[in-house]
């Protein structure tokens, strides 16, 4: 048998171990994701704006941890416009959660006009941490008026700590600004539409599902405009589609056929020898 030839046989038999590998790997299923998005609508009878915001809880971005990516979807005008906190409860057993990482893609200052990209939001270059997480086994909640458990703030209300910054509304949430905004929102520096959190500590048994009552907080105080959404949508993608694999008698005779190659290719080679 040739040189060439014999590279060609042994080449077919690499193709078939090849083959077998690519249709073993493609048999590891992988874990679906999960996702809990809470979306409400409203009006500030303060300024007479819209209000609208979500968040989305997911479970499967970072593995053992909790995601959370709060959105303003609405320009504001005055400070209580500003989307600056979420509470939420969670019907299972207490989950003893802690905040370590919370970014924006975006934050913007309208007079000056200036963009930060990228911000850590806590550990800001002026101002050191601007949002924090909050949480409570009492229940009747985080603090009177709020009956939620748990919560992510840029404003203290009496319920986060830490906070930097003299204006409280600093690092809220906005989509933009409207035309008659104020002074204190022109002046401001804000987290341009949405701001994403990660939370550690979950366990094992975690239910996505169970997360509910989820109040958005405008402003800064707890006597301007919340709205509360009972109720999220639960949204877990189907699993991959199978891959096609082949039948046992196929597998076998196409080991056997890449192990007769090979050796057929050892003894021509010894022959020739």
Not at 58 to 86: A, F, Q, R
């Amino acid at each position: 048998m040739s040189q060439p030839y014999s590279k060609k046989i042994a080449g077919y038999a690499v193709c078939c171990i090849s083959a077998l590998a690519v249709v073993t790997v493609s048999q590891i299923s992988q874990a679906d994701a999960a996702s809990m998005t809470f979306s409400v609508t409203g009006t500030n009878s303060a300024s007479n704006n819209a209000l609208a915001s979500s968040v989305v809880f997911d479970d499967l971005l970072n593995p053992g941890k909790l995601t959370v990516t709060l959105t303003n979807m609405k320009n504001v005008s005055v400070p209580s416009d500003v989307l600056t906190s979420v509470f939420w409860d969670y019907a299972g057993s207490p989950l003893n959660l802690s905040l370590i990482s919370a970014t924006a893609s975006k934050v913007t200052q309208n007079n000056p006009s200036t963009t930060t990209n990228n911000v850590n939001l806590l550990n800001t270059p002026n101002n050191g941490k601007e949002w924090a997480f909050a949480s409570t086994t009492n229940s009747a909640g985080l603090i009177n008026g709020v009956t939620q458990d748990y919560g992510l703030g840029t404003v203290g209300l009496g319920i986060f700590q830490g906070i930097g910054g003299q204006q409280q509304v600093n690092y809220g949430i906005i989509d933009g600004y409207n035309a008659n905004a104020n002074s204190p929102v022109k002046g401001g520096s804000f987290v341009d539409n949405s701001a994403t959190f990660v939370l550690s500590g979950l366990p094992t048994n975690f239910d996505i599902s169970k997360i509910g009552s989820v109040r958005f907080q405008y402003g800064t105080d707890l006597k301007e405009p919340s709205i509360i959404k009972a109720q999220g949508s639960y949204y877990s993608p189907p699993p991959p589609t199978p891959k096609k694999v082949p039948e046992p008698g196929t597998t076998a005779a196409l080991s056997l056929f890449a192990v007769g190659a090979l050796r057929g290719v050892r003894k021509k080679s010894l022959a020739v020898a």
